[in-house]
């Protein structure tokens, strides 16, 4: 299985919003509504962000959503700020009950 | 509050068996509502997932690891096991055991390096 592809970085000013986009197949993005996100911050364990598309855990602030659209999904972040600067991650669960993660964008905050 | 502990040795010579547990504390593996699961990250590189087991002990495995891949699970002591045979120093990666509701992954451990290496 392939990794879903995502930008390598997006970069974003502070109250900007940004959007960054996982593209995946027919297998597996575009057949499940099983599409995750999780930020994750230099030398920490991954923080699930969004689930099942575009759901919210308990604690995680409304600046982020998520949507997909076919194959691709997207997280976007409104109201930047300078604690979203991390790493982002897409996952997905595949046709093979197995999941596939994305390959990852750095978010920078200008 | 549940949490999950990787542990394990740190160092692991290429071509033998890398073993790690993963402790639940604060809730049940014997829970029908969940799955656990491992993913690993070399550094500086990404996640890759690499198995999840249920507490009856069906396994889900990645199939470019599959060949070299065992997890089980002991609900006796709340744990649950990765084996890694024959790894290389491709292997060396930050590893992370995770509860899986239905699809995603929730919480995390706080991850364990394992270096491979003579």
């Known amino acids: ?110 | 509050q549940l949490q999950l502990q990787e542990s394990g040795p740190g160092l692991v010579r290429p071509s033998e068996t890398l073993s790690l547990t993963c402790t639940v504390s604060g809730g049940s593996i014997s829970s029908s509502t969940y799955f656990w699961g491992w993913i690993r990250q070399p550094p500086g590189k990404g996640l890759e997932w690499i198995g999840t087991v249920y507490y009856s002990g069906s396994t889900y495995y990645n199939p470019s690891l599959k060949s070299r891949v065992t997890i089980s699970v002991d609900t006796s002591k709340n744990q649950f096991s990765l084996k890694l045979s024959s790894v290389t120093a491709a292997d060396t990666a930050v590893y992370y055991c995770a509860r899986v509701p239905s699809g995603f992954f929730d919480y995390w451990g706080q991850g364990t390096l394992v270096t491979v290496s003579s």
């Open chain 1, 1 to 110: 299985q392939s990794a879903l592809t995502q930008p390598a970085s997006v970069s974003g000013s502070p109250g900007q919003s940004i959007t960054i986009s996982c593209t995946g197949t027919s297998s597996d993005v575009g057949n499940y509504d099983y599409v995750s996100w999780y930020q994750q911050h230099p030398g920490k364990a991954p923080k699930l962000m969004i689930y099942d598309v575009s759901n919210r855990p308990s604690g995680v602030s409304n600046r982020f959503s998520g949507s997909k659209a076919g194959n691709t999904a997207s997280l976007t972040i409104s109201g930047l700020q300078a604690e979203d600067e991390a790493d982002y991650y897409c996952s997905s669960y595949t046709s093979s009950i197995t999941y596939v993660f994305g390959t990852g964008t750095k978010v920078t905050v200008l």
